[in-house]
């Protein structure tokens, strides 16, 4: 594999122009705008000093610009990964302590690593542990938890720390006559004035606008004096190299949240870039490829003291939308960070936590995806059920619990449907050789002894005695003694040795019930294993047929004579002329 394999960035900038140069370069400060007073919102979200947040910015995007292979993804803190750390971390260690920074960081680093190992062994298809169903109840139940937790920017009340959304709800009902009204003020107002902006000026940064108004309005009334709780000293300058600690006792405190991180990780990446692949349609992502340089985004990140990062959708869009072709937009909007940490840190001094706090709210709304719940609902129950479980383990018990909760009921689904395939019972089309489903074709005509099975999927371990099952009560439900039983295997995709046995106790057992035993539609794959486990002689080849029209014509010629197999047919086309029936 060449360089550029690795490198996605140099392949990006092959021909690369001053028209696409204006569009990265548009991109990537309009992100930087955002992306400033989100980082430090985020970093206070999961507990830590906003510093953090703003070094996440950093090194994890410029890392993804040279590595990633989907051109507009931003990297770096989000809402939902914020939320994972505070929920795993906070057990262990109080926010913003030493030690609890420490094993943040430390946690961010191994995430990064367990997802560039996954990502080096081609193990991106791992992405599908989690389904839609799953992620929609995940993030809903991240949303709702992440809502809660910032209640106490929007009533000003100094809230403990809990481990519940329902004591954190509890205790602010009980305390709402201690709300700080300026600091309530300045969080609703300021989620009131983000919703107008978009809605009336949508071309201006409504989270840069209500931040700088903020400062301004904090800084020239003193309204911190007033109670209004600021972000003050944020240090300046750039980052610098620690390498994590990896005793014993800090790996044994992490190692939850770290496998909890690594799977939201995969999901997130994976989803967002093909989402953004999808919206693009002038590039492929390559899945394994995209956790390789988020893996390394993240584990170089944990190096420079960043905040654990992940894909952020809100920015990847504005990015998009903002007219970035390349990876280039990243590092533009990384260099612009730099400059941030470099020279203009002293200016969010009289930054109020309560407008910090609005930014947050902001971005729940698109964590709850109502109208992808209500689809759920009218389309597919079980789904919906399996999006309501995840989302009640999520909300109510634990973040590490919900994910777990997901990941089984997404792994047991597609056990219970392997174990419980569609199973066809064919008739034939009027005036047609076409077999099809009687119950989605009435008109469809079945024959008396004759039972046409098309079983619609491989034929393996986990639904071998569900297919042996069905083939005995089948018979069992001919109206006569059943004469033919034919299997339409055009729909089986494989089968494998558990599957060969059941297809040859099938074969066994209705020879003794001297009923014939067809194969019909074998697909190439299929016929080479019956042929080198030798079941395809016993069966015998004169048992073995392109279709079901041919098997079933062939099973009525050699139990009667030409003349009346001709009849047969006619006999078919004069019952459906009765029944007034037409293809």
Known sequence: MNGLAYFPLLEQLKGYNRVAFKGDLIAGLTVWILLIPQTMAYAMLAGMPPIYGLYGGLIPPLMYGLLGTARQLSLGPVASSSLVILAGISQVAAPESAYYIEIVILTGFLIGVGM??????????????????VIVGFTAAAGVIIGVSQLKYLFGIPTPHFGHVFEIILYTIQHLGETHWLSFAFCSGSVLLMLGIKRFFPKIPST??????????????RLDLLGLEIVKDVPQGLPHFVMPGFETEKLNDVIATVLVGIVIGVVESISI????????????????????????????????????????????????????????????????????????????YYMPKAVLG??????????????????????????????????????????????ATGVALSLLLVLYQSSRPHIA????????????????????????????????????????DYFSDFVQESVKSCTEDCQLFVLDGSSMTDIDSTGLRALEEAYRDLSRQNTAFYLAGLIGPVRDRLNKSGLAEKIGADHQFLNVYE???SYLLQEKNNQEGIYWSEAAIQHNEKTNKKP
């Open 116 to 133: 560039l190992i996954l990502g080096l062994f081609r193990l991106g298809f791992l992405a599908v542990l989690l389904s839609q169903p």
């Open 208 to 221: 840069l606008a209500v931040s700088v108004l903020s400062i301004l309005l904090t800084y020239w009334f």
């Open 273 to 348: 870039a093909k989402a953004l692949e999808i919206k693009s349609k002038t590039y492929k992502i390559n899945p394994s490829q995209e956790l390789v340089a988020a893996g390394a985004a993240r584990a170089l990140g944990g190096l420079f003291q960043s905040l654990p990062t992940s894909a952020s959708f809100t920015r990847s869009a504005l990015n998009r939308e903002s007219g970035a072709q390349t990876g280039m937009a990243s590092v533009i909007m990384v260099i612009m960070t730099g400059l941030t940490l470099l020279f203009l840190t002293p200016l969010v």
């Open 358 to 403: 609005a930014i947050v709210f902001m971005a729940v709304r698109s964590l709850i995806d109502f109208k992808a719940a209500r689809h759920l609902w009218h389309t597919h129950k079980r789904d919906f059920a399996m999006m309501l479980a995840t989302f009640l383990a999520t909300l109510f018990i634990s973040i590490e619990l919900g994910v």
């Open 425 to 464: 019972i064919l008739g034939q089309l009027p005036n047609s050789r076409e077999f099809r489903n009687v119950n989605r074709f009435p008109e469809a005509h079945q024959f008396d002894g004759v039972v046409i099975a098309r079983f619609d999927a491989p034929l393996f371990f986990l639904n071998a």
């Open 551 to 553: 098997a079933v014509q």
